[in-house]
């Protein structure tokens, strides 16, 4: 075997050897400086995506490896390159127009460079450049030479680009899985008042789900917009995709573009790894948007691009990227005042309220209130680690329905919470609750004819069942009934009702 096929076979062993190309690399410039002057070896791929150079790997002479790079090339250069049709090995003249304008982050200066291009099926994917101290340290014979070491560094840069391919698509289903592991609720969970205080609200939501349009929500703060969200996503054809949930009020107004319409690697200082942002991650699924007054100008921009051709651009990219994603946002603040005021799109608001749904607060559907109490005293028992959910006092439903509830189901949920961690024994009462002067005057206007007191117990008792057979309509029996506001079996209240003389037809009661 002559030096030639000596040198070729060792070059091919070692920059074939391993998928980790910087330690192929690393073994290459070890046997590579005894044959040729050198002080460092870099290997390089041509980035159109980013439009740039980007550094795989580099050996210097210390026998280390410095971090990758990425080196934007300046307007029109990728055509330039393109025209130039790099295929041989050639020595690089600094007065040359192409490295000329790159000479600012290559420092050419005291220096001899010799680049090797890499190619696959004719396609420039990069190079191997040789970089030695000095000026003249290559000749026209080396470069010539080393032309046969083109085929086996582009077999080798092309199975790492492939490889990184694979970890990264890896690291993106991770990454996705951790992802919607958080924001995936797993199920569509049973709306409690469907029938009752929101059964205006799903009959619009079981028109609506099967289609593809944008959807607003709007009411206060915690009326359980979020869970009207997820039904409409696990109600519709896209049940199987991702549901992903932003909430525009939380996010820093430096990171909004970032996160929702994501950045390219090297867009901006601190950007080492592309992000995909969270329109990308909900392709072929649903977005929902709460908070979307919260918004700044320039974000309502980019989202009203997306909804207006379906396609997203990344912070640094090249080009427009496709997105199939359904939009539901949401909000508590009147967005038709903001745009008066100039701080919301009127465009954009034609684009998001196609199809409004106005999700009442609790003080207009107070018959919901006994079950969402029952539901929340289930959950936060499992939660705090309780045997089973403590009982409820009688009369202590009838206090929270009289309750207004400026927080809403939230608020609810956390005087549950509160009342099940002061809970020791017996009954919840749920005295901390007050219902309002006016609530309070409501029911006492509602019944008939004015109150002498003293009152005997029957008297008592006949004027408060009264109340809350007003309060539930006449209805008895079921969720929201006055047996369950009460506490009573319903047999043992109507018997009560015959004893107390008191009609609980409920056409007798309006």
């Not at 460079?113 to 191997?128: A, K, S």
């Not at 029957?458 to 047996?483: R, Y």
């Amino acid at each position: 075997m002559d030096t030639n096929d000596i040198f070729l076979r060792e070059i091919t062993l070692r920059s074939c050897s391993s998928l980790d190309i910087k330690e192929s690399l690393r073994s290459t410039f070890t046997y590579l400086k005894d044959q040729i002057a050198l002080s460092s070896l870099t290997l390089f791929i041509i980035d159109e995506r980013l439009g740039a150079i980007r550094r795989i790997a580099q050996a210097v002479g210390d026998g280390g490896v410095l971090p990758d790079e990425i080196i934007p090339l300046p307007e029109g250069m990728l055509e330039k390159i393109a025209a130039r049709n790099f295929s041989r090995p050639f020595i690089v003249d600094a007065e040359d127009e192409i490295f000329r304008r790159l000479a600012p982050f290559t420092r050419l200066e005291g220096l001899s460079d010799l680049i090797v291009p890499l190619r696959i099926e004719e396609r420039l994917l990069g190079g191997l450049a040789l970089r030695a101290e000095g000026k003249g340290r290559y000749s026209e014979k080396q470069a010539e030479f080393l032309g046969c070491i083109a085929k086996p560094f582009a077999i080798a840069l092309a199975n790492a680009l492939a490889h990184e391919e694979v970890l990264h698509y890896q690291s993106v289903l991770l990454d996705d899985k951790r992802f919607l592991n958080r924001e995936l609720l797993g199920d569509a969970d049973e709306i409690i008042g469907a029938n009752t205080g929101l059964r205006n609200v799903m009959e619009m939501v079981r028109q609506v789900a099967p289609l593809n349009n944008t959807v607003l929500l709007l009411g206060e703060t915690g009326t359980g917009k979020e869970m009207i969200a997820n039904t409409i996503h696990f109600s519709s054809q896209r049940k199987d995709g991702p549901f992903v949930k932003v909430n525009c009020g939380a996010l820093p107004e430096s990171l909004i573009d970032s996160e929702l319409f994501g950045h390219e690697r090297g867009a901006f200082t601190g950007a080492i790894a592309e992000n995909r942002g969270r329109f990308e991650r909900a392709d072929k699924g649903t977005i929902f948007l709460d908070e979307i007054g919260e918004l700044p100008p320039a974000a309502q921009v980019r989202l009203l691009r997306v909804l207006q051709h379906h396609e997203v651009e990344k912070i640094g990219g090249k080009r427009p990227i496709p997105v199939n994603v359904r939009v539901i946002a949401a909000t508590h603040r009147n967005l038709q005042s903001m745009i008066t005021e100039g701080s919301f799109r009127e465009d954009l608001w034609y684009r998001l309220s196609g199809f409004p749904i106005i999700v009442p607060p609790v003080r207009q559907r107070k018959e919901d209130i006994p079950a969402l109490t029952r539901h929340f005293l289930a959950e936060k028992s499992r939660e705090l680690g309780m045997a089973a959910p403590p009982s409820i006092a009688p009369g202590a439903l009838l206090r929270l329905v009289e309750y207004d509830w400026p927080g809403n189901v939230r608020e609810l949920e956390n005087v549950v919470e509160r009342e099940l961690i002061r809970y020791r024994g017996g009954a919840l009462t749920f005295d901390a609750v007050q219902p309002d002067n006016d609530s309070s005057n409501r029911s006492q206007s509602s019944v008939e004819g004015q109150l002498s007191y003293p009152l005997n117990l029957d008297e008592a008792m006949a004027v408060h069942i009264k109340e809350v057979l007003v309060l539930t309509k006449g209805k008895i029996h079921g969720s929201g009934g006055a047996a369950e506001l009460l506490g009573v079996n319903p047999t043992t209240l109507r018997s009560r009702l015959d004893k107390l003389g008191i009609s609980y037809r409920r056409r007798e009661l309006k």
